[in-house]
């Protein structure tokens, strides 16, 4: 079965960072894009950040220069590290995975950021 499992989200302070992971099973992880969406309650779903199968990124203008996004296939895993966090980044986080032509679509069941002081 397919499973995107999302990691390391929770409390942080304004300026402070988290790492999130998200780790893939049931597919071949290799011929995916990955992505980092988020999502708070009042918004629609938003891109964050994009690393295609051959390993080209692409971010939000709100994550560029504070987020890396960052892919393993030996480990089938992508993580999204955020820095200077700020307290608009609160959000559920979710981990994509999508071919090239998008036969296959697959999602995370997301994981809580919280910035607050």
């Known amino acids: 079965q397919v499973q995107l499992v999302e990691s390391g989200g929770g409390l942080v302070q304004p300026g402070g960072s988290l790492r999130l992971s998200c780790a893939a099973s049931?597919?071949?992880?290799?011929?995916?894009?990955m992505s980092w969406y988020r999502q708070t309650p009042g918004k629609e779903r938003e891109l964050v950040a994009t690393?295609?199968?051959?390993?080209?990124?692409n971010y939000a203008d709100s994550a560029r220069g504070r987020f890396t996004i960052s892919r393993d296939n030996a480990k089938s895993t992508v993580d999204l590290q955020m820095n200077s966090l700020k307290p608009e980044d609160t959000a559920v986080y979710y981990c994509y995975a999508q071919t090239f032509f998008a036969e296959y679509k697959h999602w995370g069941q997301g994981t809580q950021v919280t910035v607050s002081s």
């Open positions: 690393i295609t199968a051959g390993g080209r990124i």
């Open positions: 049931g597919f071949t992880f290799s011929a995916y894009s």
